[in-house]
Structures are given as C-alpha cells and as structure tokens.
C-alpha cells in the first residue's frame, strides 16, 4: 500500500488514524478499523455522503430501537436512552445473520457521556494467526449458524474466511448471534473458546471517543463491543452499514 501523508499508524496491520476522509478507503486496505478524528460536520447527510465513498449503504430497516435519521435513509440513530435493542457489550460482527453480510461500519459520536461508552475492537486476523496449537486443523472446513435474536434471519459462514482483497484469513465468529459450531475436528474447541481467544488484550483495542470522531471498521475482519456508560449519562451515534459484496 502506498505511503498516505494523513495517515498514522496506532496498531500496525490493525488499527490506523487519518485527518482525511479521502484516505479512508486506501488506509482500509491494510487496517481493520481507520479512525477520522474530529470531524466538523457531523450531520446525516454528510456521513451518508462519507459511506458512499466505501460501497453502498443499505438502507436503515424499520427498527424500533434503531430508527432512521432525519435528513437520511440510511443513517441509523443508536441512543441509549432509546428502547433496548441488541446487546452491543458482546463481542460481534455487524449482520453475520446475512448471507451476504455488511463489509463496512461507519460510526460517528454525536452526544458522549462524560465516562464510559468506549467502544473495543478486536483483530481476527491476528486472532487466526495466532490459534492455539491444533485449533486450525480443527477448524479447517467448520462452520457457524448465526441467527438475528430478535428478528430470525439465518446465515451459515465459514469459522476461518479470506479477507476480500487482502488474502488474509481471519477467525468470523459471534458472540452476539451465533448459535452453533458444525464440522469441527479435534481437538474441538467450543464456540465459547473461540470468543474468548479472540478477546485477547494482545488483540483488542480501545477507542475512546471525542465530539465528532469517525470511526470505519471491516466486519469481515474485526469484532467490536461497546462497553457500559455512566449511570445517568447518556450516548447518541449516528451509524451506516455499507453493503458486502463478496
């Protein structure tokens, strides 16, 4: 990848930080998750326009608990004071339920509680690479079901996969969704084994947030949460999903 002059390195292979927007989609290419500091303009219409320089947006599904931003279809409002909906503080992959599932999140702070709400990323890639001895031979050729808790979309995946364009391979599992593991050799590590190697402090990075921040991430590479807020505080964040395409 070439030389981006906006471009800093906070995790090598993993994790990069650019002032522009125009670099997001080549800093994508060897990170799992690009963070645009500070951005000025905040509003809906201008992060729908940022995701459309990654793919396609999909549009906003009727949620109660994530519901479209005024100015954009495809801009979903997540607030925690809004009614519960998925359980974001576990480890997941942003709609693994789908055949085809989204490639790219886009989330930007809108209103940050004065403590908590940082959001964790964790690094498949590295994840995969660094298996415990017979994990990958165990793994070759298994899948996972994952299954929308709340609506039953039903997707089946790979436990490994290549990363599109990169050729890498990455651990693609769910704590949030998936229900099984099927195929698996021995030594047979369970579906509970698998999320808690992939949490790993060695793997994991913390974002914390500031007014504005843009925050990109690779769904077929990275698993995130969201950690707890302050009691009596408050999150706002305005989110797009981008489309797969395999």
Same mark, same amino acid.
């Given at each position: 990848m070439p030389?981006?002059?906006?471009?800093?390195?906070?995790?090598?292979?993993?994790?990069?930080?650019?002032?522009?927007?125009d670099e997001v989609r080549q800093a994508l290419a060897g990170h799992g998750v690009v963070v645009v500091r500070g951005r000025p303009d905040p509003d809906a219409a201008a992060l729908e326009e940022f995701a459309r320089a990654l793919g396609a947006p999909q549009p906003v599904p009727q949620l109660r608990y994530y519901p479209p931003c005024q100015g954009s279809a495809y801009v979903h409002v997540i607030d925690s004071a809004a009614e519960k909906g998925p359980d974001v503080a576990r480890w997941h992959t942003d709609q693994s339920f789908l055949p085809d599932p989204a490639r790219y999140t886009v989330l930007q702070a809108q209103l940050l509680p004065a403590r908590g709400g940082d959001t964790l990323f964790a690094d498949m890639v590295r994840a995969c690479e660094e298996l415990p001895p017979g994990w990958r031979e165990a793994l070759d050729g298994a899948t996972g079901t994952h299954v929308h808790p709340l609506r039953g979309e039903?997707?089946? !995946?790979?436990?490994?996969?290549?990363?599109?364009?990169?050729?890498?391979?990455?651990?693609?599992?769910?704590?949030?969704?998936?229900t099984d593991l099927r195929g698996v050799g021995q030594p047979a590590p369970t579906?509970?084994?698998?999320?808690? !190697?992939?949490?790993?402090?060695?793997f994991v990075h913390r974002h914390r947030w500031s007014p504005g921040d843009i925050v990109v991430w690779d769904n077929r590479r990275v698993l995130h949460?969201?950690?707890?807020?302050?009691?009596?505080?408050?999150?706002?964040?305005h989110r797009v999903v981008v489309a797969g395409g395999r």
């Open positions: 030389s981006l002059v906006g471009m800093k390195t906070v995790r090598e292979g993993f994790v990069a930080e650019t002032a522009s927007a039903t997707a089946r !995946h790979p436990v490994v996969i290549t990363v599109p364009g990169s050729g890498l391979r990455a651990l693609y599992v769910n704590d949030w969704c998936q579906l509970a084994d698998l999320i808690a !190697h992939a949490a790993r402090e060695e949460r969201a950690t707890p807020i302050g009691p009596g505080t408050r999150r706002i964040m």
